[in-house]
């Protein structure tokens, strides 16, 4: 691929990304209270509950874990796959409330193992319903944690490698 065509979708793409979470964030405060740990220029959010950036490695995993609804909005690029943001928040025993990703579907239960939302409307339904059903909340949030303790974790993600290697050399 020419360099500037790459550079120019992937500059699109994080843009097309900042605007989706703009849109996210400025739906959900109409009706909920949010919190949200950037950096990044945050003025343009309307009555957001903006906190300084925090360490990804030492406290990132609280605010995951204490965090009633973790969202993850995926860049428009990305059409495969599962960014490693929801593997993070389960890891942690968050509960994901992420935009809707085919691949979820390959590794994950969804409404069991972590909720999506395919547009606005089911974002603000979703996000009014587990803010109020607690106990299920936590038993997604649980379920994930455990699918990817157990699929996910580095001992087994070598244990497939070494193994594909294994095969790969027969």
Partial sequence: MDPDLFLGIALLSRKLAEIDRI???????????????????????????????????????????????????????????????????????????????????KHFTIGTDLEVFRNLDELKEKTSYYLTHEKERIKIAMNGYQKVREHFSYQHQLSQILNIIKEDMQ
Avoid: W
């Fill in 23 to 105: 849109t996210v964030l400025n739906t959900l405060v109409d009706s909920f209270s949010v919190h949200l740990y950037t950096s990044s220029d945050s003025s343009f959010l309307q009555n957001v509950h903006v906190h300084p950036a925090v360490s990804y490695d030492t406290d990132m995993n609280k605010i995951f874990y204490l965090s009633k609804i973790n969202l993850n909005i995926t860049l428009p690029s990305i059409e495969t796959g599962i960014p490693q943001r929801i593997f993070d928040i389960m890891g942690c025993g968050g509960f994901v409330l992420t935009n809707y990703q085919k691949d979820l579907e």
